[in-house]
């Protein structure tokens, strides 16, 4: 039977590529035509304030209503910005941030910074850990694995063996990493 053949960009042509690139960014617009044209730009700073958008957000939003002849207030996206900051710069907003693994740009300013990076600091704790216990699972599980294999020799159980014994050692106190994070995660 013969393989599915492999796309490979060297293959494509510049304008293959050009297609493909397009066709990947065409879908990027900050807004719909028809969030440029009510031109509510107050509620879309609330929304973008809300999701922890920085000020160049703004200028996202002019370059996708140029297209249909509108222009953002920027006063108007400031003043909302700022009013959806105060839900998104906070501790428990933070923490869902960091244990989620996003990116913060730096948006809350010197008001609500301390206490959102206080969160997101505990919520990457909190990742962080989670993503250990569940790799040392995994590792646990491919020794087990491989300890059960009749093909697998004596030499290699007996090393196996030690290497199981030292992620189960490993995974303990990761999982006590863990508890220690949920703890300070829940005391917010």
Known sequence: MNA?????????????????????????????????????????????????????????HAESCAEHGTRPDRAAWEAGRLSGLERYCTVHRGLRAGEHGEHYGGGCGPAGESAFLHGYAIGRELADARGRVAWLDREIAAIERALDDEKTDKDERKRLRARLVQHEIERFRRQEDLRLAEARAASL
């Open 4 to 60: 599915a053949p492999r796309l490979s960009f060297r293959r494509l042509s510049f304008g293959a590529l050009l297609l493909v690139a397009t066709l990947a960014t065409s879908g990027c617009a900050s807004l719909s035509k028809g969030e440029c044209l009510a031109q509510d730009w107050y509620s879309i700073g609330v929304r973008d304030g809300a999701n922890g958008a920085g000020e160049e957000r703004v200028l996202q």
